[in-house]
C-alpha cells in the first residue's frame, strides 16, 4: 500500500516568507496529490491538488509541484501572512486499493510571524 | 464543503458505553470515508462506504467499530464498548464519484471517552 512521508514537521517563518512542506510517496500508480489546510478544531480544507498529467500547478500564492520520477511533490506558499498558519496535510491515494482512500502525511505545522 | 454535517459535534462517553457518529454527505454525494484523527497526529483511513455497501475497511478495528451507510439517511460509524485510545476527532469525507474525485469533508465529532 502507499506511505506517504512528509517533512518538516514544524516550520516557523516570518510574515512575506515563503514556506516549502515536501512529501515522498511509494506508490507509482499514485495520480493525484491533495493538500489540505486544518486550522486548530477545524475540518480539513483542500487548498490545492495536482495530478499527475502535470508537472506544476499554481493558484494565487499557493503552488504544487510534483516529480513523479523521484515520487515527491512539494507545496510552496509564497507572501505568508499570519492567517496562512495552520497545519498542512499532504496525501495520496492508496492505488493498490483503487478506492480514492487518502493516504495523509504526518503533517506540517507552519507558523507565520507577524 | 460546508455541505458535509456531521453531528454531534461534541461526544462524551463513558468507558464501555457505545458511540453513535453521523455523518450526512454533501448534495449529490454518494461515497463516504470515514476518518480518525488522533490528538497531535494526522488522519488515518477507516472506512469507505457507498449507498448500502462497506467497500473498503481496511483501516477500522475488527472489534467494537462498524459503519454503515443506509439508503436513506446518513452514514453511521458505530463504537460499541468504548475505551479512552477511542479518544479523538472523526472526520467523514464525501465525494460524488468514486477514485480521485475531491474529497470534501465534514467539520467532524470530537469523541471523549472519560
Known amino acids: 500500500g502507499e506511505n506517504v512521508e512528509q517533512h518538516p514537521s514544524t516550520l516557523s517563518v516570518q510574515e512575506g516568507d515563503s514556506a516549502v512542506i515536501k512529501c515522498t510517496y511509494s506508490?507509482?500508480?499514485?495520480?493525484?496529490f491533495p493538500w489540505y489546510k486544518q486550522e486548530l478544531g477545524k475540518r480539513p480544507q483542500l487548498i490545492i491538488d495536482?495530478?499527475?498529467?502535470?508537472g506544476e500547478k499554481k493558484d494565487q500564492r499557493i503552488a504544487v509541484t510534483l516529480n513523479k520520477t523521484a515520487k515527491h511533490f512539494s507545496l510552496h506558499i509564497t507572501e505568508t501572512q499570519p492567517e496562512d498558519s495552520a497545519v498542512y496535510f499532504c496525501?495520496?491515494?492508496?492505488?493498490?486499493?483503487?478506492?480514492?482512500?487518502?493516504?495523509f502525511g504526518q503533517g506540517t505545522t507552519l507558523q507565520v510571524k507577524p | 464543503n460546508a455541505g458535509v454535517m456531521q453531528n454531534p459535534r461534541h461526544l462524551v462517553r463513558r468507558r464501555g458505553q457505545e458511540a453513535r457518529l453521523r455523518c450526512s454527505p454533501m448534495?449529490?454525494?454518494?461515497?463516504v470515508y470515514w476518518y480518525r484523527q488522533l490528538p497531535e497526529e494526522g488522519l488515518k483511513f477507516m472506512v469507505y462506504l457507498q449507498k448500502e455497501n462497506i467497500i473498503d475497511e481496511s483501516g477500522m478495528p475488527k472489534e467494537r467499530f462498524s459503519a454503515e451507510f443506509p439508503k436513506e439517511g446518513p452514514s453511521i460509524l458505530r463504537i460499541q464498548q468504548v475505551v479512552r485510545g477511542d479518544s479523538a476527532a472523526y472526520f467523514c469525507?464525501?465525494?460524488?464519484?468514486?477514485?480521485?474525485?475531491?474529497?470534501?469533508f465534514g467539520p467532524g465529532t470530537r469523541l471523549t471517552v472519560l
Open positions: 496525501a495520496a491515494p492508496d492505488g493498490s486499493s483503487n478506492t480514492g482512500k487518502l493516504i
Open positions: 495536482i495530478r499527475s498529467n502535470v
Open positions: 469525507a464525501t465525494q460524488f464519484r468514486s477514485g480521485t474525485d475531491t474529497q470534501y
Open positions: 448534495k449529490g454525494h454518494s461515497h
Open positions: 506508490d507509482s500508480a499514485s495520480n493525484y
